[in-house]
């Protein structure tokens, strides 16, 4: 088990570019999630994946969001012209269906920051 | 819409300093209530998880407890490495892990 993996760890890009984050699960893990956190607060739910079927979109994710799962492997996610208000910290977890009390294992995250 | 609500915000002790964070919640149907710790620039690691009113779980100096409207998070005489951002969350009922977190309480125990 050597954990989730994302990468970059930071990423300072300016307002109109376009940037894409990488994540690693735990290898034996069928489920996948992105969440993102401001300052002060608590995660929230972007997306899920179950497998390499992307099964849930929150409707914070505008259409400038795109994430993609191919293989039921590693995850990506794309912000296109990208928003002052996409400043935030992106972080990816993963778990395995099925489990009662199901954890999830989330990563060390993308800090964003967008000028 | 399902709410989570913590406090307080956040919290110095002094090491040794026992106390209890809250984790307040609507939710139409309790699937389970998880307690995260925080560090910064890390992403949120799983403490605990609770189902029932009335179960508690423990680990090292930390116990959570679970009631029908809140859970507590009691630390018992904390060290400084317990300073960390604690977290709690409920999932929505979805079938997957889509789970709404609090603001956190942010705790720093001094030496």
């Known amino acids: 088990d050597t954990g989730v993996s994302q990468n970059p760890r930071h990423k300072i890009t300016k307002r109109g570019q376009n940037v894409t984050f990488r994540c690693d699960p735990i290898s034996e893990h069928n489920r996948l999630y992105w969440y993102r956190q401001t300052l002060g607060q608590g995660p929230e739910f972007l997306t899920y994946?179950?497998?390499?079927?992307?099964?849930?979109k929150s409707r914070l994710l505008s259409d400038r969001f795109s994430a993609e799962r191919p293989k039921g492997s590693f995850s990506t996610l794309e912000i296109q012209r990208t928003e002052q208000g996409d400043s935030a910290m992106y972080l990816c977890?993963?778990?395995?269906?099925?489990?009662?009390?199901?954890?999830?294992?989330f990563g060390s995250g993308t800090q964003l920051s967008v000028l | 819409e399902d709410q989570v609500t913590q406090s307080p915000e956040a919290l110095r002790l002094q090491e040794g300093e026992s106390s209890s964070l809250n984790c307040s919640y609507t939710?139409?149907?309790?699937?389970?209530l998880f307690w995260y710790r925080q560090d910064p620039g890390k992403g949120p690691e799983f403490l605990f998880t609770?189902?029932?009113a009335g179960e508690e779980k423990e680990k090292e100096r930390l116990k959570a407890t679970l009631t029908k409207k809140e859970s507590f998070l009691h630390i018992t005489a904390p060290k400084p490495e317990d300073s960390a951002t604690y977290l709690c969350a409920v999932p929505e009922d979805t079938g997957f892990q889509k789970l709404v977190f609090g603001t956190g309480t942010r705790l720093l125990v001094s030496p």
């Open positions: 939710v139409s149907g309790l699937r389970g």
């Open positions: 994946f179950q497998n390499e079927a992307q099964l849930e």
């Open positions: 977890a993963s778990s395995r269906r099925g489990q009662r009390g199901e954890q999830l294992f």
């Open positions: 609770l189902y029932s």
